[in-house]
């Protein structure tokens, strides 16, 4: 928990105590979120596959179909380049490619995307065609590496083009300028999923499956929704409508054993799990595999067509997890003081905050980045050294809501030319490689670049207080079963004033309470995770906080749980 102001949803009846029924509340919670009535998640409502370049790339896949070519898809080291890498392979295997492979580039030899090493590595008999997903729009030197060993090259991506585009066979990003598919948004599974489409759109109208089944588009939907979630791209409608049919899949069970198997090794229950959980639990275990180890563990995972063998890598996995979390919190730590004695040399002034120290893991430069900037609410940028730890610094960019860190990027590379050699990346998080020795310099320019940028304050919104009736199980069911929940399409947080009837420490730093809302109503459970600070100082009764309902199922009990998020210091709109 951490204090912000707070600003209520404009017109939002959940925020009025005018009653308690759930049909209400929902319709409040879809109203304040641009909708006029029910989402209809239903496929058929689907975008069609209207992507720039699918009908290059699906020619060119046609052909290694036909003429049973070598194809190698290379992916990316987090969940959603794992989940299209997953979804392609098997995806060409059931439309009749016999010869796929895959391959993920390793984050501390190769670097990111198809670069020149990664494709200079490759032995013979060298691949046909060579198919990324989820990342290659950044590969110019890769690809043409690619192109003059004698392969041909189909990108798939989501991530922002540069000012130059590799010179692949084709190029299929929703972000490519001209690009008129209405959803930007597509993670990089989502972009191999329409391609996929595309395909058996194609093969079906010449007649390709008389002869062999033609495979169920659907069975994928799992992998979808995993990536989609994970990589936190905004769930616009088709993306919700992807997410909520791959959720429907899972929870009815018809979903590969590995992600069961990560979902039953992080205890979650697959007849309930929801977007959350897919993002919290399944998706930060796939991707301690790519920052600390090698993503390859992950795919093989969801690659697994055995029960046994998908619980023996996810458990494997877990335990990588379990590393990864160690060692970030120790890093945080030292992160977090490094912010702190730029804050008290600077208060206010502080423009942003450039971090580095020489233990630091490359791989979890991001999280901790993150971390810090939503303390701070000013841009940071934290470096790690590169594997050999001479030569290259690689950092991670990240930003609180509304500065683009890839623009920032942008902006620092063109006024200090050279002083970057390569990054990449979206509005919220970016990467970039610097010389070792060069550090102090990309922090003066930084900073130069980051202080002409006004200073955000943090305000949370909120869809208001409940009235004391609506704190029910059914209430918090009815609440995740109206989601998927999302970047984009935030989850119901409401805020209300409580008294702390008991609190007390569970596990290392969270705080479980039980809180009466002030005026009379249910004694409730509570939790505020990383909260434990809370247990150790007086605070005024009542708390005013921002939570989201939850439901707690332990032991076969069921019952009403409130997450705590924010304690919140002052109201500025209670409209």
């Not at 969940?79 to 979804?87: F, K, N, P, Q, S």
């Not at 990346?425 to 922090?443: C, K, N, P, V, Y």
């Not at 009837?501 to 809180?515: A, F, M, N, S, Y």
Request: hydrophobic share 45%; with cysteine.
């Amino acid at each position: 928990m951490r204090q912000v102001k707070l600003t209520r949803t404009p017109n939002n009846q959940a925020a009025k105590p005018t009653g308690a029924a759930v049909e209400q509340v929902i319709d409040a919670l879809w109203r304040a979120r641009g909708l006029d009535q029910a989402p209809d998640y239903a496929l058929a409502h689907l975008l069609p596959p209207t992507l720039q370049g699918l009908d290059v790339a699906v020619a060119r896949l046609e052909q290694a179909v036909m003429r049973q070519e070598r194809i190698l898809v290379v992916g990316d080291f987090d969940a959603d380049g794992a989940t299209a890498t997953v979804l392609a392979v098997t995806a060409l295997k059931a439309m009749g490619a016999n010869h796929v492979d895959w391959k993920i580039p390793d984050r501390f030899r190769h670097g990111y995307g198809l670069s020149e090493r990664l494709v200079a590595e490759l032995d013979s008999p060298l691949p046909d065609l060579l198919l990324t997903v989820d990342q290659g729009i950044g590969s110019l030197a890769g690809v043409a590496l690619a192109k003059s060993r004698g392969m041909d090259v189909v990108v798939t991506d989501h991530h922002l083009p540069g000012a130059s585009l590799p010179n692949a066979d084709a190029i299929i990003n929703p972000n490519l300028e001209g690009d008129r598919f209405p959803s930007k948004n597509l993670a990089g599974v989502g972009v191999v999923f329409y391609l996929m489409v595309a395909l058996r759109q194609h093969l079906r109208a010449i007649g390709h499956f008389n002869e062999r089944n033609e495979p169920r588009l659907d069975q994928w939907l799992d992998l979808v929704a995993l990536g989609t979630v994970a990589d936190l791209v905004v769930l616009d409608d088709n993306n919700r409508r992807l997410v909520a049919q791959g959720l429907k899949r899972i929870q009815a069970g018809h979903t590969r054993p590995g992600i069961r198997a990560l979902l039953e090794v992080a205890k979650r229950n697959v007849r309930y799990v929801d977007a959350a959980d897919l993002g919290y639990a399944v998706g930060p275990r796939l991707n301690a595999a790519g920052r600390l180890e090698d993503m390859g563990l992950g795919v093989r995972c969801l690659l697994a067509t055995s029960e046994s063998e998908a619980a023996e890598l996810a458990a494997q996995l877990d335990a990588i997890n379990v590393k990864r979390r160690t060692l970030q919190a120790q890093m945080q730590a030292q992160a977090m003081e490094q912010a702190d004695q730029l804050t008290a040399s600077l208060g206010s002034d502080l423009p942003g905050a450039c971090l580095f120290d020489a233990s630091w893991h490359q791989g979890l430069v991001g999280l901790v980045a993150g971390q810090v900037a939503e303390r701070i609410q000013r841009p940071v940028v934290a470096f790690a050294p590169e594997e050999d730890g001479r030569a290259w610094l690689k950092g991670s960019a990240r930003s609180p809501s509304g500065i683009h860190m890839r623009d920032l990027l942008v902006a620092i590379d063109t006024r200090y030319p050279g002083l970057i050699e390569r990054f990449g990346g979206h509005s919220g998080a970016a990467g970039l490689t610097i010389a070792s020795d060069r550090f102090e310099s990309f922090e003066a320019a930084f900073t130069q670049i980051v202080e002409n940028i006004p200073a955000s304050e943090e305000v949370i919104q909120s869809d208001g207080e409940l009235p004391s009736g609506a704190f029910s199980v059914a209430m918090a069911q009815s609440i995740g079963n109206a989601g998927p929940w999302g970047q984009g399409f935030p989850e119901p947080l409401f805020d209300g004033q409580f008294m702390v009837l008991e609190r007390r420490i569970v596990g290392t730093d969270h705080l479980k309470l039980q809180l009466q809302p002030v005026g009379g109503g249910p004694v409730m459970d509570a939790m505020a995770f990383r909260a434990a600070r809370l247990f150790r100082e007086t605070l005024p009764q009542p708390w005013h906080v921002t939570y989201r309902l939850e439901v707690n199922r332990w032991r076969g009990e069921v019952r009403l749980q409130l997450n705590l998020q924010h304690w919140v210091v002052e109201v500025l709109d209670s409209a």
